[in-house]
């Protein structure tokens, strides 16, 4: 059975101490890794796509990786505003097989 | 921002009545998802539709209908609600021959009593 496994289950972290998150799956045949960032109360938003082992995409403090049976999000320096639920997911078939999260508080 | 609007956003209900949540999008894509969101199961997909009349079963379908009768407009149904059916609820489209990223609506929060 195809799973996404995310660790750690929750992470704080003080402003500016630079982390990463973990994002590991099953499938064979990946189409697709996904990223997701999820306020509360909130529909997640999409914040990265990553198809072949070593691809790497940023945005502002963010820095996602993919190998062959894992993804990293890398956070350098953030802030308190990243405070957030990471969710990765990938393809299966017309599916999206989305892992639990990792929730990311950064403090002042 | 993805033009997705559910409805209503917030829903309290008793044990046994029917429920319908509503998904509206304004971007014409062909594919329209409808997943639940638990704590420690994460989203978990319940139907997803790829076209007009054209729909299918996720993971988490039992005890629920869809139906998508145009482009812009999918419906999830709850017959009969269930207190497990309390969740929150996320509509998804995406437009990549639905395999592209998803993006998500604001949720329905559903409470049965």
């Known amino acids: 059975e195809d799973q996404v496994t995310q660790s750690p289950e929750a992470l704080r972290l003080q402003e500016g101490e630079s982390s990463s998150l973990n994002c590991s799956y099953t499938?064979?045949?990946?189409?697709?890794l996904f990223w997701y960032r999820q306020d509360p109360g909130k529909g997640p938003e999409f914040l990265f796509t990553?198809?072949?082992a070593g691809e790497e995409k940023e945005k502002e403090r963010l820095k996602a990786t993919l190998t062959k049976k894992e993804s990293f999000l890398h956070i350098t320096a953030p802030k308190p505003e990243d405070s957030a639920t990471y969710l990765c997911?990938?393809?299966?078939?017309?599916?999206?097989?989305f892992g639990p999260g990792t929730r990311l508080s950064v403090l002042p | 921002d993805a033009g997705i609007t559910q409805s209503p956003r917030h829903k309290v209900t008793e044990t046994g009545t029917p429920v319908t949540l509503r998904c509206h999008q304004t971007?014409?894509?062909?594919?329209m998802y409808w997943y639940r969101q638990d704590p420690g199961h994460g989203l978990r997909l319940i139907h997803y539709?790829?076209?007009?009349?054209?729909?299918d079963k996720g993971e988490v379908s039992d005890g629920y209908s869809v139906s998508r009768s145009k482009t812009e407009d999918f419906l999830l149904t709850l017959e009969s609600a269930t207190s497990s059916q309390t969740s929150v609820y996320f509509c998804?489209?995406?437009?990549?021959?639905?395999?592209?990223?998803?993006?998500f609506g604001e949720g329905s929060r559903l409470t049965v009593l």
């Open positions: 997911a990938h393809n299966y078939g017309q599916n999206f097989v």
């Open positions: 499938v064979s045949g990946l189409r697709g």
């Open positions: 990553l198809y072949s």
């Open positions: 971007e014409n894509h062909r594919y």
């Open positions: 539709s790829y076209g007009v009349k054209d729909t």
């Open positions: 998804a489209i995406t437009g990549q021959g639905g395999t592209g990223e998803l993006f």
